[in-house]
């Protein structure tokens, strides 16, 4: 019996020094008994409600940072979803405790302690994750240097500028700030600077890589008051071969069909009409497309845009070209027919015997040739001679005029008459691909250089 009785002595002796943590209350309001013997020195008459050094001037807070992920960069909501481990580091007095060593306690601790109030101000959504528990690091030192960690999943704002799309380049940030401390009360640092950023390096994303990066200190002035912030600027470089295969050369293809036309016989209607509508409706396509991932604004005119434009006008002219040539084409043969009508009446008014087309220089006179015709009998009389004269020659100089008019319309028409229809397209062979490639030269310098 009485080693029974020394037994349940050494069991409750143990458990009352040695800090039992299966507490019957929620763990926000244990109480200094349940807490391990250097964990219930230190919070004996702590107050985590004030913060360090409350009469000593301001608390610096360094912090760095680990990018674990940055899982989706949306050009239409004009954000980026990051996966980041934030870490702060602060000096608590009152966490002093004598030794070299450093105490980590449970996260759900954190209710008993200061923290700062840190928080990202382009954050639209965020959270903590917590499988299979809260992810947070407390770890106390022996000086009274807390280090607080956390695992936060945040959708942050980037500005971007996409006029150079599918070519261009975005600096994006992250910022932290103190929501209700002001510079006179928490001060913020990068704990080594630019080495302060761990994770940008190494990280791999499908359609940027990482270019460059660097931290900045800065002030975050409100109505309320200056408060700290610190940010962390990040530049996205674009990988354009994915544009490359998937719009750029689909629309080169489209735009080197269109020319097949130009060696199809004018004569053949269907198969050019064919394949003038068809790579048309293909480009439209092809547009809508290269629209769909990207914000319907019409402040951003971007560089993909342009080049679809530019095949698209190319295209649509090769269709034109094609409109022109069998007008000219049609207009010719009706010429040509015209002309065969002419000279078939000719020849038939020639099988007559008569030529129509005489006439005298004296009024009311005509004169057939031919087998039946005569010499005329008569001559007129002086007078009439001269007067008939003096008429034509009024006549003539009032014509000049109308005569000169009619030559230069004559001559303005001839121009827009083609003799052979059939060189458009041999000149057309020559025309567009020089063109094209003249644009894309022009193209490629101005976005990829300038």
Request: hydrophobic residues 40%; contains cysteine.
């Amino acid at each position: 019996m009485a080693v029974l009785l020394n037994e349940l002595f050494f069991i409750c002796l143990t458990i009352t020094q040695g800090g039992c943590m299966f507490p019957n209350n929620h763990w926000g309001e244990w109480n200094d008994s349940q807490l391990q013997p250097t964990i219930q020195r230190l919070m004996k008459g702590y107050n985590r409600y004030l913060r360090p050094s409350f009469n000593e001037g301001p608390v610096e807070i360094g912090m760095s940072l680990d990018i674990a992920s940055i899982d989706a960069i949306s050009e239409i909501n004009m954000d980026y979803t990051a996966t980041i481990f934030l870490r702060q580091r602060w000096r608590d007095s009152r966490l002093v405790f004598p030794g070299n060593e450093s105490v980590s306690v449970d996260g759900r601790l954190v209710s008993l302690l200061w923290i700062p109030d840190t928080f990202i101000p382009d954050s639209k959504r965020s959270f903590l994750h917590d499988v299979t528990v809260e992810n947070r690091l407390i770890r106390i030192f022996s000086n009274g240097t807390v280090l607080y960690a956390l695992r936060i999943t945040a959708t942050i704002a980037c500005n971007m500028d996409l006029t150079k799309y599918p070519m261009d380049k975005q600096v994006c940030t992250l910022q932290l700030e103190s929501w209700g401390y002001n510079i006179q009360d928490v001060v913020f640092y990068w704990t080594r600077g630019n080495d302060s950023v761990k994770g940008l390096d190494t990280l791999r994303l499908a359609q940027y890589s990482v270019e460059s990066y660097y931290t900045s200190v800065s002030e975050a002035v409100y109505e309320t008051g200056h408060y700290p912030k610190l940010v962390l600027h990040f530049s996205l470089r674009r990988n354009v071969l994915f544009f490359i295969l998937e719009t750029y050369v689909p629309s080169i293809l489209l735009v080197v069909l269109s020319w097949v036309s130009f060696w199809i016989s004018q004569s053949s209607v269907p198969a050019r009409t064919c394949i003038g509508v068809t790579t048309v409706l293909t480009m439209t396509t092809l547009m809508m497309g290269a629209r769909t991932s990207l914000p319907n604004a019409n402040c951003f005119i971007k560089a993909i845009d342009v080049y679809l434009g530019i095949c698209f006008t190319f295209i649509f002219g090769a269709l034109l070209e094609y409109a022109c040539a069998h007008f000219y084409t049609m207009q010719l043969q009706t010429i040509e027919d015209l002309r065969r009508e002419l000279l078939r009446e000719f020849a038939e008014s020639n099988g007559n015997g008569l030529v129509p087309v005489v006439s005298s220089n004296q009024p009311n006179q005509s004169v057939e040739v031919g087998s039946t015709a005569e010499e005329p009998t008569e001559e007129p009389v002086d007078s009439d001679i001269r007067n008939h004269a003096a008429s034509t020659e009024k006549v003539r100089s009032q014509g000049c005029g109308l005569s000169s008019v009619k030559d230069a319309s004559r001559r303005a028409a001839a121009v827009f008459i083609v003799k052979n229809p059939h060189n458009i397209d041999r000149h057309a062979r020559t025309v567009f691909p020089t063109a094209f490639l003249f644009v894309n030269i022009l193209y490629w310098l101005y976005y990829l250089f300038l």
